[in-house]
C-alpha cells in the first residue's frame, strides 16, 4: 500500500493519484476551444460552411460563400482550422469566416 494522497475526480467519478489527477488538469488545460463565427464549438470531423467568399493564397481560386467543407481538422490554434477541399491541398482557414452546419 502507498502512501501517496488520493483526489476524487468528478468528471470519471473515481479516486485517482494526486499525481495522476494533476495530469488529467494539466492536460484539460492545454486543449484548444475553437469556435464559429456565431460561437458552436467546433470539433474534429465536423462539416462547416463558408459566410464569405474568400480568395485562396496561391491557388489561384476563390471559395464561394456558402460552400460546404467536410471532414475539419482543428490545428491546435484556436483560430485556424486544417481542411480539404478539391483541388486544394493543405487548405487552413480562419474559424471566424466559417459556420458549422
Known amino acids: 500500500m502507498s502512501d501517496e494522497d488520493y483526489v476524487y475526480d468528478e468528471t470519471s467519478g473515481e479516486w485517482l493519484p494526486a499525481s495522476e489527477a494533476a495530469q488529467l488538469t494539466e492536460a484539460e488545460n492545454n486543449t484548444v476551444e475553437v469556435r464559429d463565427a456565431v460561437g458552436n464549438v467546433l470539433t474534429d470531423g ?3 460552411t463558408l459566410i464569405k467568399d474568400l480568395t485562396v493564397k496561391g491557388a489561384g481560386q476563390t471559395l464561394k ?12 490554434d484556436a483560430q485556424e482550422i486544417d481542411c480539404r477541399y478539391e483541388g ?8 471566424e469566416f466559417v459556420k458549422k452546419r
Open 46 to 48: 465536423d462539416a462547416v
Open 65 to 76: 460563400r456558402g460552400t460546404l467543407i467536410k471532414s475539419i481538422r482543428l490545428t491546435g
Open 88 to 95: 486544394i491541398k493543405g487548405l487552413v482557414l480562419r474559424a
